[in-house]
Structures are given as structure tokens and as C-alpha cells.
């Protein structure tokens, strides 16, 4: 099923983003930008194009039987980025924006975290920085802009562009990561294991997030399961939400 794919899901991310994005800051209901959620520039609908979070070619390791029932998509796992080129101190940076920033630094470890025997094989920091960032993508997909444009979400971003080392404020519970026997074959009982490729559980001032048979922390600012005004000028701090809209990169 590698090839079946739903129709113009860039569209429907995008108009999906859009809303969720007006909702929090409305002065975006009077242009066609949306922020990327890695860089967080406000660009056009042209200058963003489908991430596969879990990327393709790790996916594209999975047994045959489960490549067959379950699509492409749904293993990976979709969000927008951005392919604008990246500006950094003046200079522009190889490469079509944060989609092929994530490409280049993250991706290839990822592969191999799908791949490799825990048993036998050390993971090191940039693993862990790969895992911590498409974490960040996780929470993004699944609760949006909240999560983004909150200072745990600024931390993240920042960490986006520091793909070596983590940085000083990442907590330290973020830092480590658990890990289970991989699944080897599909098994219908077991489809989720596939076809959602990450469970997101809240735990305080961190999301616990399973990436199939590996389990991390990523710091959150509040608790996205939770209500908050996207309408009320003035509510209680509780159900407040003030974006952070600084951006890391030019
Ligand atoms: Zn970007």
C-alpha cells in the first residue's frame, strides 16, 4: 500500500494548520501565511511541503506484510514543514528549509533506531536529539500551534537547529530514553503498532511519547489535553494562552 495515498493532504494539513492557527492568533485570519512549526516563519502555501515525521526510508524497513496493510502515511506519520531556505548569520543554508534540515540531521538516525539491536548497539546524543525533535513533530500533530508557540515549544525549536548536543534547559528526564523489543511481524491484533506511529501520554511538565517500541520525554508548558479560551480577550491564567512567536532562524 505504498502507493495508496489519501488525496491533497497537503491541503488538508494545511487548512487544518490554518484554522487551528487563527484560532490562537487571529490576526492571521487576514493573510495566507501559516508559522512553521520547526523555524516558526510565517510563509505561503507553496514554500511548505509534507513531512513524513518517521521518515520514509526508515519506514520503508518495515516487514512487507504490515507495508502492505498499512499506507505509507499512516506508518510516518504527516506534518507540514517548511522548504523556504534557511538564513543563519547572513548566510543561506544548503538545502529546501527545515524539511530538509530534519532530512540531513535527523533521519538517518531514526533509521537506524528502528533497526538497531539495543542489546548490542549504543545509541549516542544525536539519536537521542532525533528522537527528542520528531517528538516535538508528534505533539505538534497531534495538538497543534498550543504546542509550538508555548515556551516549552520555543525550547524544542531550539533544539531543532542544535542537532549535536542538547541544550543546556532541556530537562534532564528528557534526555534518556526507554526502550522495548521491536515488533518483527504484523499481526492484525496489533495493527496500532503500525498505524499510529506515536501513543502521547501527559505527565506533568512533560508528554511521555512511544514511538513504537521507544519511549521518551519532551517538555510541554501546560497540559495540551486541556481547555483553554481561544475566544475571550481576558479569561482566568488557567484558561489563558499567551503564543510565543519568536522565531529561531531568519
Ligand atoms: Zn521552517
Redesign the pocket.
Known amino acids: 500500500m505504498k502507493h495508496i495515498d489519501l488525496p491533497a493532504q497537503k491541503e488538508l494539513l494545511w487548512h487544518r494548520l490554518r484554522e487551528d492557527l487563527k484560532s490562537l492568533v487571529p490576526w492571521f485570519a487576514d493573510s495566507d501565511l501559516l508559522l512553521?512549526p520547526?523555524?516558526c516563519?510565517a510563509i505561503k502555501y507553496d514554500e511548505f511541503s509534507i513531512e513524513h515525521i518517521v521518515p520514509k526510508q526508515a519506514v520503508a524497513c518495515d516487514p512487507a506484510d504490515a507495508r502492505q496493510a498499512v499506507s505509507q502515511n499512516e506508518r510516518s506519520g504527516l506534518t507540514l514543514?517548511?522548504r523556504?531556505p534557511?538564513i543563519y548569520k547572513g548566510r543561506k543554508v544548503p538545502g529546501h528549509?527545515?524539511n530538509s534540515w530534519k532530512g540531513k540531521h535527523f533521519d538517518p538516525f531514526l533509521k537506524e533506531l528502528l533497526r538497531i539491536n539495543f542489546r548490542t548497539t549504543t545509541v549516542n546524543t544525536r539519536h537521542q536529539v532525533a528522537l527528542y525533535s520528531v517528538g516535538y513533530l508528534a505533539l505538534f500533530r497531534k495538538f497543534g500551534y498550543q504546542v509550538a508557540l508555548s515556551p516549552a515549544g520555543l525550547l524544542c525549536r531550539r533544539q531543532f537547529f542544535s542537532p549535536n548536543t542538547f541544550l543546556p534547559d532541556v530537562p534532564l528526564n528528557c534526555q534518556i530514553m526507554l526502550t522495548g523489543e521491536p515488533r518483527a511481524e504484523f499481526k492484525e491484533d496489533e495493527k496500532s503498532y503500525w498505524s499510529e506511529p506515536f501513543s502521547i501520554g501527559v505527565e506533568g511538565s512533560t508528554a511521555l511519547v512511544v514511538l513504537r517500541n521507544i519511549g521518551f520525554r519532551v517538555p510541554i508548558s501546560r497540559d495540551p489535553t486541556q481547555p483553554f479560551s481561544r475566544i475571550l480577550p481576558y479569561s482566568p491564567i488557567k484558561f489563558s494562552f499567551r503564543p510565543d512567536l519568536t522565531t529561531v532562524?531568519e
Open positions: 512553521c520547526a523555524c516563519r514543514l517548511c523556504k534557511l528549509g527545515c532562524f
